[in-house]
């Protein structure tokens, strides 16, 4: 079914799809308030805005003006030397026999280190934290009810789960009475960080284990592949100034 234009400027048909692409190059935290009624017609008008200041331009030979005309010979320069490197890298690839022959001959850089999961009720004084701990272990509520409740951190619609982390990754407040506590065992005090009060429970522990190699096969690519791609283009650099005359002169600094 063929679209309906939005809007068309002497001749020129502007499409949904138009606003679409625009949308899409817009950030991501950006692209929600423009497909909105309202944010949607901003951006048509904008468009509207850019054809009509284009014709204006061409009404007045802006296109064969010197300064364009520099611009343009400007951007055609810059677009052919990144059109030219981007070619040039997805020339290079990394072959699967690659990847597994670095995960073999590097089993240190695929070690998981010792993690814990832990759940955490956060909440804003410590008196709370002390009430709330006290119901828990009166078995007046579960830690779970606790932390749907009472919790202040979004991890309450988890029932306090922030998952498997190793040391390095929490605050260290946080990470060094939840790696000080077993398994199915709850903080006997309130534990203060920047973020607040928290009652820590742990779940569960994983020692240290190599990664399987499917899981981490994809990642090991891009990192070879970048390592690869800087080779191969300084190589290339190299071979390049052979083939062209290049002149360093005195350095700058």
């Known amino acids: 079914m063929e679209q309906k234009p939005l809007a068309v400027?002497?001749?020129?048909?502007?499409?949904?799809?138009?606003?679409?692409?625009?949308?899409?190059?817009?950030?991501?935290?950006?692209q929600g308030q423009f497909r909105t009624k309202d944010g949607r017609n901003q951006l048509l008008q904008e468009l509207v805005a850019q054809e009509l200041f284009y014709?204006?331009?061409?009404?007045?030979?802006?296109?064969?003006?010197?300064?364009?005309?520099?611009?343009?010979?400007?951007?055609?320069?810059?677009?052919?030397?990144?059109?030219?490197?981007?070619k040039f890298m997805?020339?290079?690839t990394v072959s699967d026999e690659e990847v597994k022959t670095f995960y073999d001959e590097n089993p240190k850089q695929f070690i998981a280190p010792d993690s814990i999961r832990a759940s955490h009720i956060l909440l804003p004084s410590e008196q709370q934290a002390i009430d709330i701990l006290k119901e828990i272990k009166?078995?007046?509520?579960?830690?779970?009810?606790?932390?749907?409740?009472?919790?202040?951190?979004?991890?309450?619609?988890?029932?306090g789960d922030l998952s498997y982390f190793s040391k390095g990754k929490m605050v260290p407040q946080f990470e060094e009475a939840a790696f000080a506590m077993k398994?199915?065992?709850?903080?006997?005090?309130?534990?203060?960080?920047?973020?607040?009060?928290?009652?820590?429970k742990v779940t569960d522990s994983k020692k240290?284990?190599?990664?399987?190699?499917?899981?981490?096969?994809?990642?090991?690519?891009?990192?070879?592949?970048?390592q690869k791609q800087n080779r191969a283009f300084l190589n290339r650099v190299d071979e390049l100034k052979k083939e062209y005359n290049v002149e360093m002169h005195e350095s700058l600094f």
Do not use: M
């Open 9 to 30: 400027v002497e001749g020129k048909a502007i499409y949904a799809s138009d606003l679409e692409a625009l949308i899409q190059q817009l950030p991501q935290e950006q």
């Open 55 to 86: 014709l204006e331009g061409k009404k007045n030979k802006v296109d064969e003006s010197e300064e364009y005309l520099a611009l343009v010979e400007d951007a055609k320069e810059k677009l052919l030397k990144s059109h030219t490197i981007a």
């Open 90 to 92: 997805q020339s290079v």
């Open 138 to 159: 009166d078995g007046v509520k579960t830690f779970e009810e606790a932390a749907r409740e009472y919790s202040i951190c979004p991890s309450r619609e988890k029932d």
């Open 183 to 200: 398994v199915g065992e709850i903080s006997d005090k309130p534990v203060k960080t920047d973020f607040g009060w928290h009652i820590i």
């Open 208 to 226: 240290s284990e190599t990664i399987p190699f499917d899981i981490v096969k994809e990642s090991a690519r891009q990192y070879l592949l970048g």
